[in-house]
């Protein structure tokens, strides 16, 4: 049995480029880009499942965990919102500069260096976030099941990732690593790119529910990303915990 989802070269990979991560010009901008949407749908769909009303802090007092959390990107919005945030990635590098701004910006955030099954936490969490981090694991399923562990019952887990498909090959890899130069090439591997109903029969079957699914797809005319119902590149979906 494996007891580890670290990919090393996945982590040598980003943790070359970790200073980057708050430059929105640098080698990070397509997640900045990003980051608008992620933060509506998550903030949005917490407050439809928990029926939460402060419009001020919206997430008050709900436990987050982050997952490959990075530099923090999606850790710090999340805690503006009033969330209770840890974030954890196995580059610690990351998390170094993770820390670094969150202190800098005066928020409270715990961040540890820990992959999921490494993580000891007494705390099970309202909300784990998964977000562009299965396409970059050595064990998806043991990662997923690990993931599944931190979660209390009927909590929320949000997986955004791309679909395996010849689209998501050519927008994904050529057209943003080879021809845009959004991203550094060899950022993805087509082959840990992941079916919809792969990822929905996964997790259905250490205990979580599809809740809902959508595609997201990058409009060049206005330089922004919105939800779409083609799921063929990009695509996000909420899981509940039975």
């Known amino acids: 049995m494996k007891n580890n989802t670290i990919n090393k070269k996945e982590i040598e990979k980003f943790s070359r480029i970790a200073e980057e991560w708050w430059n929105p010009k640098g080698k990070f901008k397509p997640l900045h ?3 608008p949407i992620r933060i509506s749908y998550i903030k949005d769909n917490i407050m ?3 029926k939460l009303k402060n419009k001020k802090k919206p997430l008050e007092k709900v436990k987050i965990l982050d997952i490959g959390c990075g530099g923090g990107l999606l850790s710090e919005p999340m805690c503006r919102l009033g969330a209770d945030v840890t974030g954890i990635d196995a580059s610690e590098k990351n998390i170094n500069v993770a820390k670094l701004h969150a202190k800098k910006n ?3 955030i715990k961040y540890f260096c ?3 099954e490494k993580f000891k936490s007494n705390v099970k969490f309202d909300v784990v976030l998964n977000m562009e981090i299965v396409e970059h694991v050595e064990d998806i399923n043991f990662f997923l099941k690990s993931c599944v562990k931190l979660l209390r019952k009927n909590g929320i887990m949000f997986v955004a990732t791309l679909n395996k498909t010849l689209k998501s090959y050519v927008f994904a890899i050529i057209g943003a690593e080879y021809i845009l130069r959004w991203l550094p090439i060899g950022t993805h591997e087509w082959e840990k790119f992941v079916r919809p109903e792969d990822l929905v029969d996964k997790l259905n079957k250490i205990g979580l529910r599809l ?3 959508d595609g997201m797809k990058f409009n060049l005319m206005r330089d922004n990303w919105t939800l ?3 799921k063929s590149i990009n695509y996000i979906g909420k899981f509940i915990k039975n």
């Open 106 to 108: 005066n928020l409270d």
């Open 33 to 35: 880009k990003f980051n």
């Open 114 to 116: 820990a992959s999921p």
């Open 228 to 230: 779409s119902e083609d």
């Open 211 to 213: 809740d809902t699914l």
């Open 48 to 50: 439809g499942s928990f």
